[in-house]
Structures are given as structure tokens and as C-alpha cells.
């Protein structure tokens, strides 16, 4: 990646992700090379969509890709496409994102520029199915356990949407024998993100997960709790391939037992190729924790290449 050229414009595609706690904004090309980026924290609107369109200021676009977090609408002829729906960052509830952005991006142009619009998680997937794990696939989903927990899904070769988008954080878990954690989600208690997600690890232990690496205690646990939602998301969606990401993966000894444990939940009820070699099927993204960023540039390619079929 370079640093930003001096005394040269800066062309390509503009890619941006709304994260929780912070967004990235980056300029790329149509092979998926990230060009130049920059991150910066996620505050409020005001400020952060004031940071997004500094950065674009001075650069060359063809087309802009947005991800972000959820709950968004993504249906597109609905009264409130790209909006940010009740979410719990409540400063970004029902904030119109993808108008605010279109509209000060397209200030001052003759032409509009063509927009794409997507979940994080959506993006993520598009990304590892484009350049990464999933290339080749027509039906996959990306899991990530991070601070929440998201769902991205592709099926026939469609993101999936619908009546909104995917929300598997929200699955409600079979408690483990033993486990008297009442779950850290305000809405569902003991749901996958309540239970599994870095901050459900938080409250649970009273320590960030990067903390607690040599507390085999910590994993085990968790590595069921993952493998629950896991084993409903084949038995619901049957994916080609499952790809994970997030921040809560980092630890080398989850993935291990999340497949161990995702076989004995399945118990032989589905005997597949894919789940008799697991370590293939449940995979790490290989995008090296870039796949949110490239997800956001490839709905700017796709949407210039939509563009210019109409």
C-alpha cells in the first residue's frame, strides 16, 4: 500500500467501512488492491461523517462501496435505504447514512456517482468469495465474532437480504449445564452474541479477550457457544463453506475446538464431504483482516459495472 501521493490525484474506486468503534476509507483499484487508506475512530455522525468526506475530498472516484455496521436497510425502494435502524450505538439510530454520504460526495458534480451499499458482514463475505476463502462459491456465509457477532450470506450467488438482512447473532442458545451467565445482549440475554460474542467474553470474565489467552477455561466455552450458532446456520442456510473473522478468532486454539464441537452438535444427521473434512469446510478469511475494506471496494466496482449496463 502507498502513502498518498504528493502533487497527484488519487483515482479508483472509494471503499468505505463504518465500524463500531472505528471506520476505514480507502481508494482502490478494480483488481481489489488497496491503494491508499486511512482509519479513523467512529463517533458521532457529525464528526465521523466529517472525517469520511475530508479524506475523499481531494481524490478522483469512480464509484464509492459503503459497509457498515447493523441494523441497516438494505432494500433498495425503500422510504429509508441506507438508513441505520435501531441500533444499540443510539447517536447512529436511524441516521441516513447512505443519503448523507451520496449526497455531500456527489456535491459539486456533474455526473452522480454510482453507489454500492451493504452490511459489514455482507461486505466481508463479498470480499472472501471475490479474493479470499470462498472463491469459487455460490452459497457461503462469514461469521464474525467480534465485539457483536454478524452474518454474511451468499445464496445461488446473491447476497442475501429480504425482509432486511441476516441477523444469526441473535439466535437463541441452548445454555450449557452448568453456566448461570444471564448473557450480555439488552435485547435477547442468552442469544449467539449474548453468549459468544468479545463483549459477552468481557462481562463473563471481567477481562477482554486478548487477556484471557491462557485460560483454557475461557475457550472451551466458547468454542461451544460458537458451534451452536454454527450448527444452525448449516442447518438453516447449508453453506459450501463457512468463514470466519473477528477480533474474538485471534486465539489460535478457538478454531480447533469450534470444528470439533460443530461435528458433535451435527451428530451425523448431515453426512456430507464438507463436513467429514471440517478443517477445510470452517475456515479462517484469508484476507488478513482486510476483507471489510475490500467488500466495500468491490460494490464501488460493481456498482460502476451496473452503471454502465443502464
Not at 8 to 28: D, M, Q, W
Not at 53 to 59: G, M
Not at 298 to 303: D, G, Q, T
Request: hydrophobic fraction near 40%.
Amino acid at each position: 500500500m502507498s502513502n498518498e501521493l504528493e502533487n497527484e490525484k488519487l483515482s479508483g474506486y472509494g471503499a468505505i467501512e463504518l465500524g463500531g468503534t472505528r471506520t476505514i476509507c480507502a481508494v482502490g483499484d478494480a483488481s481489489g488492491l488497496v491503494l491508499n487508506q486511512t482509519v479513523i475512530e467512529t463517533t458521532t455522525p457529525d464528526e465521523t461523517v466529517a472525517k469520511i468526506l475530508d479524506y475523499f475530498k481531494d481524490k478522483d472516484l469512480k464509484s464509492v462501496g459503503i459497509i457498515s455496521f447493523g441494523p441497516v436497510d438494505v432494500r433498495q425502494g425503500s422510504a429509508t435505504y441506507g438508513d441505520i435502524l435501531n441500533t444499540p450505538k443510539i447517536a447512529w439510530r436511524k441516521f441516513p447514512l447512505l443519503k448523507t454520504l451520496t449526497d455531500a460526495l456527489n456535491a459539486n458534480r456533474d455526473e452522480k456517482l454510482p453507489v454500492g451499499f451493504d452490511t459489514d458482514a455482507n461486505g466481508s463475505l463479498l470480499a472472501e468469495v471475490t479474493w479470499g476463502a470462498g472463491v469459487g462459491l455460490n452459497d457461503a456465509v462469514y461469521v464474525k465474532v467480534g465485539k457483536g457477532i454478524g452474518l454474511g450470506a451468499m445464496v445461488n450467488g446473491k447476497l442475501l437480504h429480504g425482509m432486511l438482512h441476516a441477523e444469526a447473532g441473535h439466535i437463541k442458545m441452548s445454555v450449557e449445564a452448568g453456566d448461570d451467565f444471564k448473557g450480555d445482549c439488552p435485547s435477547h440475554g442468552t442469544c449467539f452474541e449474548g453468549m459468544a460474542s468479545g463483549s459477552a467474553i468481557a462481562a463473563r470474565w471481567g477481562k477482554p479477550a486478548r487477556e484471557l489467552n491462557d485460560k483454557p477455561e475461557v475457550w472451551e466455552l466458547e468454542a461451544k457457544y460458537i458451534a451452536q450458532g454454527l450448527a444452525d446456520i448449516i442447518l438453516t442456510l447449508s453453506p459450501q463453506k463457512i468463514i470466519m473473522g473477528g477480533g474474538v478468532l485471534h486465539q489460535k486454539e478457538l478454531l480447533p475446538l469450534i470444528r470439533k464441537n460443530v461435528v458433535e452438535y451435527i451428530n451425523n444427521y448431515i453426512d456430507t464431504k464438507e463436513l467429514r473434512n471440517i478443517n477445510s469446510y470452517i475456515v479462517p478469511a484469508a484476507l488478513n483482516g482486510s476483507q471489510g475494506i475490500k467488500g466495500a471496494l468491490k460494490l464501488a466496482i460493481s456498482a460502476e459495472e451496473a452503471a454502465m449496463r443502464n
